[in-house]
């Protein structure tokens, strides 16, 4: 059963991932500053990428967290807050530095969903902001997560 869901999973991530890197690898340098989001700090794609490298490894922690009983994010956790200091966590990386980042943090996403055993898909934690769910729904909401904001990137594209 494992195996199966696993690959399921691995399946749909790996076609978000190729969605989101055909778009990103048809940008030219100068579009990555492309504002995004404007409303209180601007967002550019260069943040939005780090977003979701941040929220991938973020989320990744927090299945790990899971599995060994640990407590996840707590429930006055702020995610407003927490976003609005990702480019203080990420810097002002290149779009290489970006896309080897993206590459690294599904790495180490596969990596966890690999080594799940069939009981620990249901296992439960805090999201900051699905509340408790499933490890199942964590990779649900990396893979949502991930075709979300590439279409957010896409309408500032004009696409």
Not at 12 to 39: C, D, G, H, I
Not at 85 to 114: D, F, H, I, Q
Not at 121 to 134: K, S
Not at 146 to 151: C, G, K, P, T, V
Request: with cysteine; hydrophobic share 35%.
């Amino acid at each position: 059963m494992s195996a199966s869901k696993c690959a399921d999973w691995q399946e749909k991530l790996a076609a978000s991932r190729q969605a989101l890197l055909a778009l990103l690898n048809s940008l030219q340098p100068e579009q990555w500053e492309t504002p995004v989001f404007s409303e209180g700090d601007t967002w550019t794609v260069t943040t939005v990428v780090s977003h979701l490298i941040d929220g991938e490894r973020g989320m990744s922690i927090q299945v790990h967290k899971i599995r060994k009983g640990e407590e996840t994010v707590p429930a006055n956790f702020d995610l407003a807050r927490w976003n609005a200091g990702v480019k203080k966590r990420m810097g002002n990386p290149s779009p290489a530095e970006l896309l080897s980042g993206l590459e690294a943090t599904r790495t180490k996403t596969l990596e966890g969903m690999n080594s799940l055993s069939d009981t620990e898909w249901a296992l439960t934690g805090r999201h900051p902001a699905r509340g408790m769910i499933t490890i199942e729904q964590y990779y649900e909401t990396i893979h949502g997560h991930e075709l979300s904001h590439a279409a957010d990137i896409r309408q500032a594209m004009g696409q």
